[in-house]
């Protein structure tokens, strides 16, 4: 699986995993769903920090920018992939905004990443292909266990790295 193996090169370094996403617009809140989860059950000892930005990403960057991770990894609700609801997309933030983008939060997160990477950062974005981001507090069943997966590969990979 590609997308494991990826996922682990990347939590190979230290790395700040960001949520992104609206809490009020159903699917797009999963980004934030998994920041909370990951920062209560992320080993402190791991190298690693969580960030759940909610949609505001924009108000932690100069502490993400100036943090020693190496990494950082945006998980956020995606659109426009082409899979179906809950499929997951992982790559560098950059090649994946080019020509419009996934995100659901385009604007914040490429003026984002370009601080990070002046900061000499490697910026990813971890993508839930969402179905409905319209205004409600409905996580779709599809987007909630794909976000199971996500987190069980994240602190998988860090268990075993330390």
């Given at each position: 699986m590609t997308f494991a193996r990826d996922l682990a090169q990347i939590l190979s370094h230290p790395t700040c995993i960001v949520g992104v996403g609206n809490m009020l617009r159903n699917d797009d809140a999963v980004g934030a769903l998994i920041?909370?989860?990951?920062?209560?059950e992320l080993p402190a000892t791991s190298g690693h920090?969580?960030?759940n930005a909610e949609d505001v990403i924009e108000n932690h960057v100069f502490r993400i920018a100036e943090s020693a991770a190496h990494n950082v990894l945006v998980i956020d609700a995606v659109q426009g992939t082409g899979g179906e609801t809950g499929s997951l997309v992982l790559g560098k933030l950059t090649e994946m905004e080019v020509g419009g983008g996934y995100s659901t939060h385009k604007l914040a997160l490429s003026m984002a990443a370009s601080l990070f990477e002046q900061h000499g950062k490697q910026v990813y974005l971890l993508g839930i292909a969402a179905q409905d981001i319209d205004f409600g507090t409905t996580v779709s069943s599809a987007i909630l266990d794909s976000a199971e997966t996500v987190i069980d590969l994240v602190l998988g990979r860090i268990a075993r790295s330390n």
């Open positions: 920041a909370d989860r990951l920062e209560a920090f969580v960030v």
